[in-house]
T-cell receptor, first 113, second 111 residues
Framework: DTAVSQTPKYLVTQMGNDKSIKCEQNLGHDTMYWYKQDSKKFLKIMFSYNNKELIINETVPNRFSPKSPDKAHLNLHINSLELGDSAVYFC????????????FGPGTRLTVT | TQLLEQSPQFLSIQEGENLTVYCNSSSVFSSLQWYRQEPGEGPVLLVTVVTGGEVKKLKRLTFQFGDARKDSSLHITAAQPGDTGLYLCAGAGDSWGKLQFGAGTQVVVTP
C-alpha cells in the first residue's frame, strides 16, 4: 500500500487556468505538508496542517489555497495559474510537527504553458 | 531564516570510492535529517540526528551532527551505483519544527 499518494502525477495546463492536486496518506499521521521543488531542486515548504488546522502558511500567493477535509487528506487548489508556478509539488506527512520524520509522496509535476 | 548550505553541489565518483557531503548553517537546529531523492520520486528519509556530536551509521553511510548542532556531514564508504541520487539535509528549528531544506548535493556513482 502506498503511504502518501498524490494525483495527478503530471499536470500540463495553460496560464490562467485553475487546477487542483490531491494528496492522501494512510499512515495515520496528524500533520501534512505541501512543498514546492523548483527547477534547481530546492525544496520549500508552502503549507502545513495539523489535524485539519492550518499551522504553517509561508509567503505563498493567495492564488494557492490548501484544504484539508480530514487529517488523511490535504488538497492544493491553484487559481489563475502562472508560468512561474511550474514546478514539482510534493505532499508529505509526519506523526507530529516538522521535528519528526516526514514521508513524501511521489510528487506532481506541474507545467504551465 | 535559517539557511542550510550544502557542499558540494555536485559530486561524480567511481564505484568503490568514498565521498563526503556537508551541510552547514549559522543557526542551531533541534534536529537534522538527511533525505535521498531519486529522479521522479519524493525524498526518502535516511536518518535523523538530534544530539550534538551524534554519529549514526546506516550500512556504508555515516552521519554526524556537529557539537553545536549547526552542521552535519554524510560520509559514504565504497560507494555503489545504487547510492546515486540527490542528498538533502533538512533542519528543524522552531516550536513546530518547520523543516528548512538545503539545496541538495547531486551524487553520481559510475560503475
Amino acid at each position: 500500500d502506498t503511504a502518501v499518494s498524490q494525483t495527478p502525477k503530471y499536470l500540463v495546463t495553460q496560464m490562467g487556468n485553475d487546477k487542483s492536486i490531491k494528496c492522501e496518506q494512510n499512515l495515520g499521521h496528524d500533520t501534512m505538508y505541501w512543498y514546492k521543488q523548483d527547477s534547481k531542486k530546492f525544496l520549500k515548504i508552502m503549507f502545513s496542517y495539523n489535524n485539519k488546522e492550518l499551522i504553517i502558511n509561508e509567503t505563498v500567493p493567495n492564488r494557492f489555497s490548501p484544504k484539508s477535509p480530514d487529517k488523511a487528506h490535504l488538497n492544493l487548489h491553484i487559481n489563475s495559474l502562472e508560468l512561474g508556478d511550474s514546478a514539482v509539488y510534493f505532499c508529505a506527512s509526519s506523526p507530529m510537527g516538522g521535528s519528526y520524520e516526514q514521508y513524501f509522496g511521489p510528487g506532481t509535476r506541474l507545467t504551465v504553458t | 531564516t535559517q539557511l542550510l548550505e550544502q557542499s558540494p553541489q555536485f559530486l561524480s565518483i567511481q564505484e568503490g570510492e568514498n565521498l563526503t557531503v556537508y551541510c552547514n548553517s549559522s543557526s542551531v537546529f533541534s534536529s537534522l535529517q538527511w533525505y535521498r531523492q531519486e529522479p521522479g520520486e519524493g525524498p526518502v528519509l535516511l536518518v535523523t540526528v538530534v544530539t550534538g556530536g551524534e554519529v549514526k551509521k546506516l550500512k556504508r553511510l555515516t552521519f554526524q551532527f556537529g557539537d553545536a548542532r549547526k552542521d552535519s556531514s554524510l560520509h559514504i564508504t565504497a560507494a555503489q551505483p545504487g547510492d546515486t541520487g540527490l542528498y538533502l539535509c533538512a533542519g528543524a528549528g522552531d516550536s513546530w519544527g518547520k523543516l528548512q531544506f538545503g539545496a541538495g548535493t547531486q551524487v553520481v556513482v559510475t560503475p
